[in-house]
């Protein structure tokens, strides 16, 4: 086990801090409370504001990359590089009115931008960044790490229709149903491919997720990573499953009448969904902070993120967007049906393990056995992939060779 | 097989990100961030050198402080805003006036207090061009019989008034004469380039190699 | 157990939206989702072009067409000076009629470029392809900047030819760029054709059937999608067409998918054509010479060209003075919306976009 980094901060060890200044100002050890509370102050501070600095430098380098695959520069023009650039356009949005539409519900739509932005911001406090001790997280290990995750952002989709229904637009409206209907829908294969981790880890707190990877999760099974990769890119709305906002469409979906401070957090809010999903992605199914020695635990973490992260915008800077029906279609259809085979197969798997022996003494799988149940399941996986490719396309999209129409006169024939 | 196309389309963006053939050709105009390299290649050394000579200088391009003039890349024909007028080639005709889509240049002549024989020309007392309504299709130039009106070759003309814009006749005469080659092709023949900088002077522009004073009363008339 | 009851929406797409190209407006009906009804609104682009050509000479007119459709001036330019050549029965020198038909062309891929960009921009594709068409757009546009000092607003022709014979470095550009352009368009296809995603969200869509098609008066792709094999390159060949070789692609059932490839084929069809006029052009003269005030004689005529957005026409009535007595664009965009209505009822919000996205429509053109 590697020891805990130095400069790590959590809310045990800041607490610790605060109770002996308290003691030895002269305070008795009722003030015990106080600390509590300082430590909770200055570590919600922490995490707001290192959020808020890993989203603006996200969002720079969103552009930039998104640039470079467009065959063009991002933003260049402010500071180094252009990295001073999402300062300036939160300064710009800063500055800018802040208007509320006449017909507003005024109280919904104020209290919409925080909806979405508090949920987002408390994930981070599960995630274990650092190694496998018991404070790693920034606040608490808490030992339903993983069911807080789902019940937190399933405020999203709540927040969303706040927003469309609090500005009264219709393209506004129309967003933020498509939203309620798409995140509703995709929390059931996000929570399929959660329950197939849980199977293997056999805990819900997010350090023992990572601790029961002595084989990442992603290798033993793909197809749990592909629903949950699919789900939770859905849950950030992102291409190919951007409804929400749907430039072409809607303008600019729910957030339509949104301006200023409030636009600001809300699009601080939605940038900061794939930092986010990216550290429940990397925890869930790339093995958290494992890595080689030779780097600190939160170094690989950081790497890792990355990795994910430029594979969304890599897709997000490729791919069209699908249409809603097929966007509720594919979930139903095809994630739903896919995260139970992929529940079924691996309960299967843990049960012959059982029955056969391969576990370790805490009742975890042994390293060689979740080898062999990651062959199985890659071979399973790609058969599956194949079998529906064949079947959804195929007959649907053949192209016949054109003929032409009797109606047109012309003539073509001898030319 | 059904679900390739996605990776593929994958493939052809990454293909698009890493080959530097297939960037676009950016122009970052006004002005481009320069790196050491740029740098050291305005300078003529190789970039080692440069950046143990110039830290100072180095550092600023790291952090984004050193510019460098990049120039829109034009071809010679090209249509620009400011006009190329010469004086001593117009004779008052007014063609371009009639010939204007728009009706936005404006002639009054009045009789030369100069040696009539010389260059049987009017005076031109007001040569005005509107180039804030100006369409720049180039059918003044086309127009003109002596070759004495060129469109320009810049686009930086951006004022803050709209009566700015107006162009008079002492602006055109003091202007430095860029003429495009749009329609001029003895400007071609004789490698002008303006963007490259050359100027032209008022006896380089006609259609005749060098007009002398008899050549005016003869040929130019009849054309 | 009754259904539950819903109420139809009217919105108001535009004349400020994104995806509607320009400043078009659109009363929709939505059902939910679904698109029960829909009222085109015209006019917000209109400049009144046909009554300014009737205070305009001949040769000043050409500056109007190029603010028709404003991303194929090349096509307008043609179309109209072709018109006035029938009323004033001008001669046009061979070479004139090939740099024409070249230009023409180069006009029609640049054309074909921004509606399959823009397309893949309705489908929500993050600009990525609509940046790529641009960046092949660019080559063509410096083209253009060669040939006539414009990049945009060309008004390269006149009665009689073109005003200027193309420079030299023209015609290495050019052959630079037509070698190029195949590989460039089999990368387009490899991102766009067979992504599975645009499949699934253009075949079967806004489907126009052939009969449906000629009924309502559609011209270019849109027609030629629907399997109709029409094209006034062939059907009544202008220029110098008739010496050249190509193929008029078609598509299966006139879905937006056959739109978009329609196009793409289009575009290898034009590189076709380009390369056989660079090997038969041969030097001569490019302009007949025309007095500066054209006065055709008193008559009236109509002329037509394949434009890339389909059949480009010009009625004109002169009556003998030195500008026209009535000018009428036939504007194919304008008229290639009529069956509209029939293509979007009963799909979806976002196959609306996608389905006005592949009509290519120019504001421009609609509104004249």
């Known amino acids: 086990m590697t020891p805990t980094p130095a400069f790590f901060i959590s809310f045990y060890t800041l607490r610790d801090l605060f109770d002996n200044l308290i003691q030895s100002l002269g305070f008795g050890a009722s003030f015990g409370w106080m600390a509590g509370l300082l430590a909770g102050i200055s570590i919600s501070f922490l995490i707001i504001n290192v959020m808020v600095m890993s989203t603006a430098f996200y969002t720079w380098f969103e552009r930039r990359m998104i640039g470079r695959f467009q065959v063009r520069r991002g933003p260049n023009r402010n500071g180094p590089f252009g990295i001073l ?28 931008p925080i909806a979405l932005l508090a949920p987002t911001l408390m994930i981070m406090i599960v995630i274990p960044f650092g190694t496998y001790a018991s404070d790693q997280a920034f606040l608490s290990n808490l030992n339903i790490g993983i069911l807080f995750i789902v019940g937190v952002t399933s405020v999203n989709s709540i927040a969303i229709f706040m927003a469309g229904w609090g500005s009264r637009n219709k393209y506004a409206i129309l967003g933020s149903m498509r939203g309620a209907a798409m995140l509703i829908s995709y929390e059931i294969p996000m929570a399929l491919g959660i329950t197939s981790v849980l199977l293997l880890s056999g805990s819900l707190a997010m350090t023992q997720i990572v601790q029961s990877q002595s084989i990442w999760f992603i290798l033993v099974m793909p197809m749990g990573f592909f629903v949950f990769m699919a789900a939770s890119t859905a849950e950030m709305s992102r291409t190919p499953f951007d409804q929400i906002e749907a430039e072409s469409e809607l303008g600019s979906g729910y957030n339509t009448e949104y301006s200023g401070i409030k636009f600001a957090v809300l699009f601080l809010a939605e940038f900061m969904a794939p930092i986010v999903t990216a550290a429940v992605v990397t925890t869930l199914f790339l093995g958290g902070s494992q890595g080689f020695d030779f780097l600190p635990g939160g170094i690989w973490f950081a790497i890792k993120m990355f990795v994910l992260i430029f594979l969304l915008l890599w897709v997000r800077s490729t791919w069209p967007r699908l249409r809603i029906d097929q966007i509720m279609g594919f979930a139903w259809k095809i994630l739903f049906g896919l995260g139970l085979f992929n529940i079924f197969l691996v309960a299967v798997e843990f049960m012959v393990a059982v029955e056969l022996g391969h576990t370790k003494d805490d009742g975890s799988l042994t390293t060689e056995y979740m080898l062999i149940m990651a062959a199985v399941n890659w071979m399973v996986t790609i058969i599956a992939f194949v079998i529906l490719a064949n079947f959804v396309g195929k007959k649907k999209y053949h192209r016949p060779e054109p003929t032409a129409s009797p109606l047109a006169n012309m003539g073509i024939g001898g030319d | 097989m059904y679900g390739l196309g996605l990776f593929k389309g994958l493939g052809i963006t990454m293909k698009n990100l890493v080959s530097p053939s297939r960037q676009f050709n950016i122009v970052q105009y006004p002005n481009r961030r320069a790196s050491p390299f740029d740098l050291a290649k305005v300078d003529n050394q190789n970039p080692i050198s440069f950046i143990a000579t110039h830290p100072i200088k180095t550092l600023r391009s790291l952090i984004g402080l050193e510019t460098l003039v990049d120039r829109m890349p034009q071809h010679a024909n090209f249509r620009g805003e400011e006009f190329a007028w010469y ?17 936005i240049i404006k002639i009054v ?8 024989q010389e260059g049987q020309s009017y005076d031109i007392d007001v040569f005005d061009i509107d180039i804030g309504r100006c369409m720049f299709c180039g059918l003044c130039v086309e127009a003109c019989p002596y070759d004495a009106l060129h469109m320009g070759s810049g686009f930086e003309e951006g004022k803050y008034r709209r009566s700015d814009l107006v162009i008079n006749v002492d602006q055109l005469k003091a202007a430095e004469k860029k003429p495009s080659t749009w329609f001029r092709p003895q400007l071609t023949d004789r490698g002008h380039d303006p963007i490259k900088g050359s100027t032209a002077d008022w006896d380089q522009v006609g259609r005749h190699e060098k007009p002398s004073l008899e050549d005016q009363g003869e040929r130019w008339a009849k054309r | 157990m009754s259904t539950i009851r819903t109420e139809p929406v009217t919105i108001n797409l535009g004349p400020q939206h994104p995806s509607t190209h320009g400043v078009f407006r659109l009363r929709v009906t939505f059902d939910g989702e679904e698109i029960i009804d829909v009222e085109p609104v015209f006019g917000y682009l209109h400049r009144g072009t046909e009554k300014l050509a009737e205070s305009r000479n001949y040769v000043q007119i050409v500056t109007l067409t190029d603010r028709m459709d404003y991303v194929a001036s090349m096509s307008n330019n043609l179309a109209y000076v072709r018109t006035v050549e029938k009323l004033a029965d001008i001669d046009v020198p061979e070479r004139a009629q090939y740099i024409r038909v070249i230009s023409v062309e180069l006009q029609r891929i640049a054309s074909h470029l921004m509606a399959t960009g823009f397309l893949l921009n309705d489908l929500g594709a993050l600009a990525t392809p609509l940046v790529y068409c641009f960046r092949e757009r660019e080559r063509i546009l410096d083209l253009f900047e060669m040939l006539c000092g414009a990049r945009i607003t060309l008004s390269y022709m006149r009665p009689g030819g073109v005003f200027q014979d193309a420079p030299a470095d023209f015609w290495n550009s050019l052959n ?10 089999d990368e387009l296809e490899s991102l766009i054709t067979t992504n599975e995603i645009v499949l699934a969200r253009t075949i079967g869509v806004g489907l126009l059937s052939d009969t449906q098609a000629v009924d309502s008066g559609v011209s270019g792709p849109v027609l030629r999608a629907a399997s109709v094999k029409w094209d006034l390159r062939k059907a009544n060949p202008y220029e110098i067409y008739d010496r050249v070789n190509f193929d008029i692609p078609i598509g299966n059932s006139g879905d937006t998918y056959d739109r978009y490839y329609v196009r793409l084929q289009e575009m290898r069809e034009s590189i076709k054509i380009i390369s056989q006029c660079i090997e038969q052009i041969e030097p001569g003269p490019v302009r007949t010479e025309t007095p500066f005030f054209i006065r055709p004689p008193v008559g009236e005529t109509y002329s037509s060209v394949e434009g890339p957005k389909g059949e480009l026409g010009f009625y004109m009535v002169s009556d003998g003075g030195i500008s026209p007595y009535r000018c009428k664009v036939r504007a194919p965009s304008f008229i290639n919306l009529t069956p509209l209505k029939d293509m979007l009822t009963g799909w979806k919000m976002g196959d609306l976009i996608i389905i006005l996205g592949s009509i290519d429509i120019v504001l421009g053109e ?3």
């Open chain 1, 85 to 112: 650039q999402p300062f300036a356009d939160v300064l710009k949005l800063i500055m800018k009115e802040d208007t509320i539409p006449d017909a507003a519900d005024k109280p919904v739509f104020t209290l919409a």
């Open chain 2, 87 to 103: 004086d001593r080639r117009c004779t008052g005709c007014a063609s371009c006036a009639k010939y204007c889509p728009l009706g």
């Open chain 2, 109 to 116: 002549t009045g009789t030369s207090g100069v040696n009539q």
């Open chain 3, 176 to 185: 630079v760029l037509i070698s190029d352009f195949p590989n460039y368009l």
């Open chain 3, 366 to 368: 609609v509104d004249r």
